[in-house]
């Protein structure tokens, strides 16, 4: 499965999902991260064509059978945290 972080749709009945960030392929998914992204957004739905108001506490995993397109960019920015890789000096 493909890992994603995202939102859904918060119009009742509405399937939209909105794919914010792409973590991999498990079992290589990008388990130790930061995530930088407003505290709170807007985002429209094409599905329903309502805007709804999200905060960051809000994105969630998704998982997909699907990559995503060879075109898609994070809309948040993701930053690798290999602290724990490192070896003490
Ligand atoms: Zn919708």
Not at 1 to 26: I, R, S
Not at 39 to 59: G, K, P, Q, V
């Amino acid at each position: 499965m493909h890992v994603f972080l995202g939102v859904d749709c918060k119009t009742n009945g509405c399937k939209g999902k909105f794919v914010l960030a792409y973590l991999g392929e498990e079992p290589n998914v990008l388990q130790s991260f930061t995530m930088q992204a407003p505290s709170r957004f807007r985002l429209h739905c094409l599905n329903c064509d309502e805007t709804h108001r999200y905060s960051f506490s809000e994105i969630h995993r998704m998982e997909r059978p699907e990559p995503p397109p060879s075109d898609f960019r994070n809309h948040v920015q993701i930053i690798r945290d290999d602290s724990h890789l490192r070896k003490p000096n």
